[in-house]
């Protein structure tokens, strides 16, 4: 299992920080609010600087970095990134609601200055399924490979894609999930306007999906990947 989280940058962090009752959620630090009616989300504290060098953040999206980072720790946890594996039957399925929103944004900015001014890297690095294509990419995974996109149960599905894919005898192991990076000026602003998120200030009360008053979500990031693999080939190992 690998986790990155607004309560914590590791599965260990994370299992901690729900058993001591952590709260993620606070003032959104990414940028200004003070024009935006919403003022807090539940951002991650990490700070990928500390993973990757600055020219691969500068050509793949956050939420790619944060997948990589999750599924670097699931797969040393599983001990799968072990040559003696047929890697043609090792998968990839990451989804990703939103994909490369921060890369959108940044790369529009580029564009109403001067067209040729928008970097060669924003389509690979805005789409929603490479996420899955570096972590196989990292690997040399040859096996299913590819994006989930339904909206909050992006990652669900993902996993139960991955299942019957194994199920079905087309892989032996399938590392999969989710990652998404939405704390952004246009994803706040779209989904506060659609009033979907909630008014509340106070980081301590304003998510409460099962409150008879809720009135919205908090958005958040992170990522959280898990590998699957078939039981009688982890047995073999």
Not at 43 to 52: A, G, P, R
Request: proline share 4%; net charge negative.
């Amino acid at each position: 299992t690998g986790v990155l989280s607004p309560i914590g940058d590791t599965t260990h962090e994370f299992l901690n920080g729900l058993l001591n009752g952590a709260n993620g959620i606070g003032p959104i630090t990414s940028f200004d609010t003070s024009m935006y009616s919403v003022h807090i989300a539940g951002e991650l504290k990490i700070n990928l600087e500390d993973y990757f060098e600055s020219r691969e953040l500068n050509r793949m999206d956050r939420f790619t970095a944060m997948a990589l980072t999750a599924s670097t720790e699931a797969v040393d946890q599983a001990l799968v990134d072990d040559d003696r594996l047929d890697k043609n039957r090792i998968g990839v399925i990451i989804g990703s609601g939103i994909g490369g929103i921060n890369t959108f944004e940044e790369q529009h900015k580029r564009l109403l200055k001067n067209p040729r001014r928008v970097s060669p890297f924003f389509i690979p690095s805005m789409i929603s399924d490479i996420a899955s294509g570096h972590v196989a990419i990292k690997y040399g995974f040859r096996g299913p490979n590819y994006c989930v996109v339904s909206a909050c149960a992006t990652a669900s599905h993902a996993i139960g894609d991955s299942m019957r894919i194994i199920k079905y005898g087309d892989a032996d192991v399938i590392i999969t999930g989710g990652s998404d990076a939405s704390i952004t000026p246009m994803a706040i602003s779209g989904f506060a306007n659609m009033k979907a998120l909630t008014k509340n200030e106070d980081p301590e009360t304003a998510s409460r999906p099962f409150d008879a008053n809720r009135d919205g979500f908090v958005m958040g990031e992170g990522a959280g990947i898990i590998v699957l693999e078939e039981l009688e080939h982890a047995k073999k190992r």
